[in-house]
């Protein structure tokens, strides 16, 4: 059983930064993508941005240019560096773990954190 645990979030002036933070534990394949979404109010989950475990990145275009994803292999943690942010960045963040090999495919979530930007 994999549990995530998120970090970082809280409140922040438009154009401040944030870092959040997710520890991974449990079993977990080698093969894996870690990776943060997130739930504006009133609005359905949608991707941030995913890492590979080879380190191959992936972001949504709104948050290209502001947000850098990366992780610690070792340490099974992935960490989301937020620049820049907006109003429209307000949102519960969750950290997501897809873990697969050739017996199955396993997804995990955080319990999620909150991210406010407001002046």
């Known amino acids: 059983q994999v549990q995530l645990v998120e970090s970082g979030g809280g409140l922040v002036q438009p154009g401040g930064s944030l870092r959040l933070s997710c520890a991974a534990s449990?079993?977990?394949?080698?093969?894996?993508?870690m990776g943060w979404y997130r739930q504006p109010p009133g609005k359905q989950r949608e991707l941030v941005a995913t890492i590979t475990s080879g380190g191959s990145t992936n972001y949504a275009d709104s948050v290209k240019g502001r947000f850098t994803i990366s992780r610690d292999n070792a340490k099974n943690t992935v960490l989301l560096q937020m620049n820049s942010l907006k109003p429209e960045d307000t949102a519960v963040y969750y950290c997501?773990?897809?873990?697969?090999?050739?017996?199955?495919?396993?997804?995990?979530w955080g319990q999620g954190t909150q991210v406010t930007v407001s002046s």
């Open positions: 449990g079993s977990i394949f080698s093969r894996n993508v």
């Open positions: 997501n773990l897809f873990h697969y090999s050739i017996t199955g495919a396993y997804n995990s």
